[in-house]
């Protein structure tokens, strides 16, 4: 075995121990961030037998360090992938995950069908879904409302940096974009909804992720992601569309709940990609 090959494996085993979910993958992502380069040269330095000089060891060393006291990966890179985008993350903004980029594809044969719709994304953390849809849905008219300041500004600069045209507000989801009232084809929203008191297992959420992003205000965790939904049908034209991440344990109650609203027709649940109950959408009625 190779000298870089022995490196990530010995970093690798660091982060294994320390509990880290994804240690190898982890790994290869700091060294090329040590390395400034992405993980494809790395692979490549792997097989062409190179080796990175002291100061990037050095640098590497340190980063492994810190994920193994489960300090976000994403807060070490400084980056967090969502759709076709890299977003810059780091402590005060929630990381986007995944499971959330379904939302997305939720929504895009609505906007496809729209000339120029008009889309809100209320609690937008570091703005993932507001951007993604700018990005994907050039024609869309975007809008964005997020409580926290810091969160806010990390939203902005994603927005500034990425050149894309949203406007991000930093409001509280409940009473942002009055001037919308009854106009809105299309609303997205991430809320927190973690029931309180079940904190979660990862140090790199519990520890690392805002507060106010995760938790939804009650023991079932809906009161946050219900008063969201509220604002949302203040916000949607008649026959708008409502799409909402919610835990894989609200499957049934979300949808329930929304149905009783008596605001909303055709409440259906969506499953993410690894077929977890993840995304409730409605109809505004
Ligand atoms: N998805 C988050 C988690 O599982 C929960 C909070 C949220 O996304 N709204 O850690």
């Given at each position: 075995?190779?000298?870089l ?15 880290v979910?994804?240690p190898?993958?982890?790994a ?11 993980v494809a040269?790395?692979?490549r330095?792997?097989?062409l ?27 070490l ?5 969502f ?12 990381v986007?995950?995944?499971?959330t980029?379904i939302?997305?594809?939720l929504?895009?044969?609505?906007l496809?069908?729209?000339a120029?719709?008009?889309v809100?994304?209320?609690?937008a ?11 994907e849905h050039?024609?869309?008219?975007v809008y964005a409302?997020?409580?926290s300041p810091d969160?806010?500004?990390w ?7 990425l050149?894309?045209?949203v ?30 008191g ?7 959420v ?12 009650s023991?079932d ?5 219900l008063q969201?939904?509220?604002?949302a ?22 949808p329930a709940r929304?149905s009783t609203?008596g605001l909303?027709d055709d ?10 109950p ?8």
């Amino acid at each position: 075995m190779n000298e870089l090959r022995l490196l990530l494996r010995d970093a690798s085993l660091r982060l294994s121990h320390a509990g880290v979910g994804s240690p190898d993958t982890d790994a290869i992502a700091l060294l090329a961030h040590a390395w400034s380069t992405d993980v494809a040269e790395v692979r490549r330095a792997e097989v062409l037998g190179r080796v990175p000089d002291g100061v990037v060891l050095q640098r590497f060393s340190a980063l492994i360090d810190e994920r193994a006291t489960r300090v976000p990966l994403q807060h070490l890179t400084g980056r967090a992938a969502f759709r076709h985008l890299e977003l810059a993350v780091g402590p005060g903004v929630f990381v986007p995950r995944p499971e959330t980029e379904i939302l997305v594809d939720l929504v895009a044969p609505t906007l496809r069908s729209i000339a120029a719709p008009v889309v809100v994304d209320l609690c937008a953390g570091s703005g993932a879904l507001a951007l993604a849809v700018k990005d994907e849905h050039p024609s869309a008219a975007v809008y964005a409302a997020e409580l926290s300041p810091d969160a806010c500004a990390w939203a902005q600069a994603n927005r500034d940096r990425l050149g894309l045209d949203v406007r991000i507000r930093c409001e509280d989801a409940l009473t942002a974009f009055p001037e919308l009232e009854g106009q809105v084809d299309v609303v997205l929203s991430n809320p927190p909804y973690i029931p309180v008191g079940m904190v979660p297992i990862d140090p790199e959420v519990r520890d690392h992720d805002p507060q106010i992003a995760l938790y939804g205000g009650s023991e079932d965790g809906l009161r946050i992601p219900l008063q969201v939904a509220e604002r949302a049908a203040q916000l949607l034209r008649p026959g708008g569309l409502v799409v909402m991440e919610h835990a894989s344990s609200q499957g049934d109650s979300l949808p329930a709940r929304l149905s009783t609203q008596g605001l909303w027709d055709d409440v259906a649940d969506h499953r993410d990609l690894t077929a977890l109950p993840r995304a409730v959408s409605a109809r505004r009625r």
